[in-house]
């Protein structure tokens, strides 16, 4: 089963950011490199994270951050 069905939900939910992209002039590819960015910046953290702390929280709110922006360079 995929989440096509879902898909019209998800446009609705990501328009104002994808608005706010291109009035910021920031093409796919743009958010592509950022969207790498945060990939890399999750990795360290998580290289240099205590396991159990606080930085596995940051690795992860960058790993979300990284599939928002995966999903944005699609739109």
């Known amino acids: 089963m995929t989440l096509d069905q879902y898909r019209a939900v998800a446009d609705r939910a990501l328009d104002p950011f994808v608005r706010l992209a291109v009035r910021l ?3 796919p ?3 592509s ?7 890399a910046a999750a990795a360290v953290t998580y290289y240099v994270a ?3 702390g606080l930085l596995y ?4 709110g960058l790993v979300f951050c990284n ?3 995966d999903v944005l ?3």
Do not use: S
Request: aromatic share 8%; net charge negative; glycine share 24%.
């Open 25 to 27: 002039g920031l093409t």
């Open 29 to 31: 590819d743009a958010i």
């Open 33 to 39: 490199v950022l969207a790498f960015g945060l990939a």
């Open 50 to 52: 205590v396991p159990g």
């Open 57 to 60: 929280l940051v690795g992860a």
């Open 67 to 69: 599939g928002v922006f």
């Open 73 to 75: 360079d699609g739109m």
